[in-house]
């Protein structure tokens, strides 16, 4: 790499105290890093890394409980630490353009999204209305949205969640910033999206020479995009170096734990062989959405229909699909928590009320929201049993045994849900669904919210307690990386069908449907892998 | 937006028609008689009986109700008991301070409480937002005819710059009619006013934390426009909720302030209306505050 002039931004000697009562001295601990023109720079790193503090304090945008951070950072070679807030101000969306990671909750709901790009050039700009216009119709054909004279009119709700962050990349590059820092701005968006995206931000920075700081827990998405990779652990860089040469000979070994902690898509279950008998068989599930009243029009929206599976025990059944594709609304289903317009899900031995509930158990998305703050895990997990007439003595018991299974302290059964982290929350959440003795498990996204190293730890909890308990599992997720590590057979939905069912080999190898193809093509970092039939 | 209107003018049809229900049978079953309070102290059962019948007091109660409810339907709100004159008149005659009374009150209110609320909002935890927040307490629990009381103490006895009681209509002129409101508004207006500066206050401190903000910061945005343009008009809905809520509200307050300020308005009729057990102006009075 080289670098004649000084650098977009340096940031040299950053320190950032926590605030009291933090598990460490520094969310940023004397951090040291530049990115040049015409560079792509990844942070990479878990949550609680401190890479997006560090990106907040390079657009003086700490959350006021932060102490002033200690170190230099100097843009184009000026030091900015000590602006005066209208000098920071000014260089905000006009030397530094910044994305977000939720484009469904960084736009105004209540703007139109031409209003919104054009209020950078309102703030930073003297400029007629139709130059304005013009400059932001521009703008949003730069970043390929369609239509742009009827969007610039449109509200957030009415954008798919690429839509939005093409907005906001709109918005953010509109006055040609030297650097522009995105902050993990593809975590939210469907594999395809985010293809999309990252290939949008790469096209831009090369036009118009530009540094980018970009901030990402995925190393998929380092390897698509990075030119050069700074690696955080705990407010400190590991490690930093060109791309290449971090990602295949890392030197440390956190480096190399991320990097090993990354699913590969070697479907792992190609051996296994299930025998069990049939635990759960779906047919003809259909979920028929119908809005409107006396007054108002009527709109319906088929969110599934016609799905068909069957699991056996000791299987995994993965179901595959991007959001809106009606994966959740089939677990749902399933699981009687809405019912289905029409269809039949049948158990072996053919029991439903809340037999069936006890049966069947599911494990959601969100750890952190999935469990009530408000009482212990114990009384989370003995709610379940005791309903179906346990005594509490003996219903905390089985907990205690629980949550030694799922790897946890048995006595932690007295503590709140905020005195864990995710990953064990997520273990917890594990163990409630087990406290029924359910034959069938539904996990729905049950890793998507965790950090890599810790998902691994829960696949591979998952694994094992299916082998234990010989149960039958669904697993429903986005993630494709994910469904190679746990699942023998793959169903893939697309806009509430099912078009593609297999083993996940053979899906892998040999995808019959052009949406399983587009889905395959979209893993990042997928090109330094084969992919074994 | 004119299909929106037209809905929500269609839903007002069961509204009504549960409430006169409602009313008119809460009043008949309520003990009291006004053939009995117009037949004063002496009068013997047969006249009583006979002013009943005049009245069409002595139809059952089914018929009776169909009978008014006809006449509603005909825009005809009945005539009152005591005083002969037609209901409508009535409250038409005494319209005029009441709206103005209900109008000064909201346009102080609002005026005074939003922008108190979003400063204290967007500045949480100063002492400016401790101190707001300490006086909207009180304000909250003094009652309003202590307060009443208290102002017309202060401004009318004492300082004498304000009458202490009575109403001057607009076409009488501005001064005079800002004059006899102020005290009445500022006392029925504070307990609405520190309600709508709490809510706004709530609201837009809940949205100085959402994305959206970040990203206007990130824009270069100055702050006093991320808070108005961004969070304020976000927090917008709540706050529009809560003012509705509080003209309802307004309505009972009148009625209490119309007496403490001795403003001939609909709430001091309705309340010699329920003395004197006037069926006809009560239920008249009811049925246009609910369809407010």
Aim: charged residues 20%.
């Amino acid at each position: 790499m080289l670098m004649k002039t000084p650098p977009v931004i340096e940031v040299q000697d950053l320190a950032i105290p926590l605030p009291g009562g933090g598990d460490r001295g520094f969310a940023v601990d004397h951090v040291s890093f530049s990115v040049a023109a015409g560079e792509i720079v990844c942070v990479v790193g878990e949550s609680g890394s401190g890479k997006s503090v560090t990106a907040q304090s390079i657009m003086g945008l700490l959350p006021k409980v932060f102490p002033k951070p200690a170190g230099r950072i100097l843009f184009e070679g000026r030091d900015i630490t000590r602006a005066a807030p209208a000098e920071m101000r000014d260089l905000r969306g006009r030397g530094i353009g910044m994305i977000f990671q939720e484009p469904m909750t960084a736009l105004n709901p209540v703007q139109a999204v031409g209003k919104q790009i054009d209020e950078v050039l309102r703030t930073h700009l003297r400029l007629s209305g139709k130059d304005r216009f013009n400059r932001v119709i521009a703008a949003m054909k730069e970043v390929n949205l369609p239509d742009p004279e009827r969007m610039y009119h449109a509200f957030p709700h009415q954008l798919s969640g690429g839509q939005r962050q093409r907005v906001l990349i709109a918005a953010a590059l509109i006055l040609g910033p030297k650097l522009l820092i995105a902050d993990e701005p593809t975590t939210a968006l469907d594999v395809t999206t985010q293809a999309q995206i990252l290939k949008q931000i790469r096209d831009l920075q090369r036009e118009r020479d530009m540094g980018v700081l970009f901030i990402t827990h995925d190393i998929g998405v380092v390897r698509e995009i990075a030119d050069r990779v700074v690696v955080m652990k705990a407010g400190k860089i590991v490690e930093q170096g060109l791309t290449d040469r971090v990602l295949d000979q890392p030197t440390s070994d956190y480096t190399r734990m991320l990097i090993a902690a990354v699913p590969t898509l070697e479907p792992k279950r190609k051996d296994h062989v299930v025998t069990g008998e049939v635990a759960i068989k779906v047919d003809g599930l259909a979920k028929t959405y119908h809005s409107g009243g006396l007054f108002r029009d009527r709109r319906t929206v088929h969110a599934l229909q016609g799905a068909s599976l069957c699991v056996r025990r000791g299987e995994t059944l993965g179901i595959i699909g991007e959001s809106g594709s009606g994966k959740s609304t089939l677990a749902r289903c399933i699981t009687q928590l809405i019912e289905p317009s029409s269809g039949k899900v049948t158990l072996s031995g053919g029991r439903d009320g809340r037999a069936f509930r006890q049966r069947l158990q599911m494990v959601f998305q969100d750890p952190y929201r999935s469990l009530n703050p408000r009482r212990t895990v114990g009384q989370s997990i003995i709610e379940g049993p005791m309903n179906f007439g346990q005594s509490r003595a003996q219903a905390l018991e089985r907990a205690r045994e629980l949550m030694q299974l799922v790897g946890l302290e048995p006595h932690a059964v007295d503590r709140f849900p905020h005195q864990f982290s995710g990953g064990q929350r997520q273990r917890i959440s594990i163990a409630r669904a087990l406290a029924m003795e359910p034959d069938i498990l539904v996990a729905d996204e049950a890793v998507s919210a965790l950090d890599v190293s810790v998902q691994a730890q829960v696949l591979r909890l998952i694994d094992d307690i299916q082998k234990r308990l010989d149960l039958a599992i669904l697993f429903i997720t986005h993630d494709l990386r994910v469904a190679a590590q746990i699942c023998d057979r793959l169903i893939v939905m697309h806009r509430g069908e099912v078009v593609e069912e297999g083993t996940v080999a053979s899906v892998f190898a040999a995808p019959a449907h052009p949406y399983t193809r587009e889905l395959l093509a979209s893993i990042p970092g997928r090109a330094e892998e084969t992919v074994s039939a | 937006m004119l299909s929106f209107v037209a809905r929500r003018v269609l839903g007002l049809v069961p509204v009504i028609l549960v409430v006169s229900i409602v009313v008119f049978l809460l009043l008949r079953l309520s003990p009291g008689d006004p053939a009995i309070v117009i037949a004063g102290d002496n009068a013997d059962a047969a006249t009583i009986e006979r002013i009943r019948s005049s009245l069409g007091l002595d139809q059952p109660l089914v018929t009776q109700f169909f009978i008014w409810a006809g006449s509603l339907l005909q825009g005809d709100l009945g005539i009152s008991i005591f005083s002969n004159i037609p209901v409508a008149d009535l409250i038409l005659q005494r319209l005029e301070p009441t709206a103005s009374l209900a109008v000064t009150t909201l346009v102080f209110a609002i005026l005074i409480a939003v922008p108190l609320g979003t400063i204290a909002g967007a500045t949480a935890g100063s002492w400016l937002d401790r101190g707001l927040m300490l006086v909207s307490v009180l304000g909250f629990s003094v009652p309003v005819f202590v307060l009443g009381y208290c102002l017309i103490y202060v401004f009318s006895l004492q300082l004498r710059i304000l009458p202490v009681q009575g109403f001057a209509s607009i076409s009488d002129g501005i001064g005079p009619f800002l004059s006899s409101i102020a005290l009445p508004t500022v006392t029925l207006g504070l307990a609405y006013l520190v309600l709508i500066a709490r809510i706004t206050r709530a609201s837009v401190l809940e949205m100085m934390g959402e994305d959206f903000i970040r990203t206007a910061r990130a824009k270069g945005v100055k702050e006093r426009l991320v808070v108005t343009r961004h969070a304020l008009r976000n927090a917008a809905i709540p706050i529009l909720t809560v003012i509705g809520i509080g003209v309802a509200l307004l309505i009972s307050g009148v009625v209490v302030i119309e007496t403490v300020f001795n403003i001939p308005g609909v709430g001091r009729l309705v309340v010699d209306a329920i003395l004197k057990r006037d069926y006809p102006v009560i239920q008249g009075v009811i049925l246009m505050f609910s369809g407010v």
